[in-house]
């Protein structure tokens, strides 16, 4: 069973329209990580936020928010006012913070690619 | 300036020849991982290590070797590739103590194929 589901494969919107890609997550450990990255057409793989198990506070950076929702194993990524450059895949994954077998292992899901189109 | 370094971008070869794909890091971090990614299949981790002389295996490790002889040094090895390890691969660097507190910080990936 895979860790971190991200259930939309592919998410078309057209400019300023808002958008939220899903995340769910699995683990049984009460402390872990929470990561969203962002991979545009060129390739790379860019850091876009951390959260911790224990921080439920959701988090808005500019047109970026995240809600984390433990209760439903969510943390979900909400695009405001989309633009052509927010064009990537957006990759959730999850880490595990404290157990013996899987210290230092990142699971990440299978991206969701957003197309914003003008 | 603070960066991962892969090297080669790009590879082509054919199967059974082994080659490495080399990562370095400047940043002094402790934690060093490689990825590979599929279409579909998003990112998946062949092998990390915590610390010098330290290292696990993830997900996909079958048919890759790597080794953490210093700090800032973690290369990728194939001893005997086969068309099943046609891939983009990612070298990511992280801060002491694994991934808890901090960022992966990646390399800009290399795209192997094996013929």
């Known amino acids: 069973a895979q860790k971190v589901t991200q259930a939309q494969t592919e998410i078309s919107v057209v400019e300023k329209e808002d958008v939220t890609l899903d995340c769910v997550y699995e683990t049984r450990d009460t402390t872990y990580y929470l990561f969203w990255y962002k991979q545009p057409p060129s390739g790379e793989l860019v850091f876009l936020i951390r959260r911790n198990s224990f921080d439920e506070q959701n988090e808005i950076s500019g047109r970026y928010s995240w809600n984390f929702q433990k209760s439903t194993s969510s943390f979900n990524f909400t695009i405001t006012a989309s633009q052509v450059v927010d064009s990537a895949v957006y990759f959730c994954?999850?880490?595990?913070?404290?157990?013996?077998?899987?210290?230092?292992?990142?699971?990440f899901g299978r991206g969701t690619q957003l197309t914003v189109w003008p | 300036e603070a960066q991962v370094t892969q090297n080669p971008r790009y590879l082509i070869t054919v199967t059974g020849k082994k080659l490495t794909v080399t990562c370095s890091q400047n940043m002094n971090h402790e934690y060093m991982s490689w990825y590979r990614q599929d279409p579909g299949l998003g990112l998946r981790q062949i092998y990390y290590s915590m610390n010098v002389e330290v290292t696990d295996k993830g997900d996909v490790p079958e048919g890759y070797k790597v080794s953490r002889k210093e700090k800032r040094n973690f290369p990728l090895i194939l001893e005997s590739p086969s068309p099943n390890q046609t891939s983009l691969y990612f070298c990511?660097?992280?801060?002491?103590?694994?991934?808890?507190?901090?960022?992966?910080?990646f390399g800009n990936g290399t795209r192997l194929t094996v013929t």
């Open positions: 994954a999850l880490s595990e913070a404290i157990r013996g077998s899987t210290l230092g292992r990142l699971y």
């Open positions: 990511a660097s992280s801060l002491g103590g694994g991934l808890y507190n901090s960022p992966l910080h």
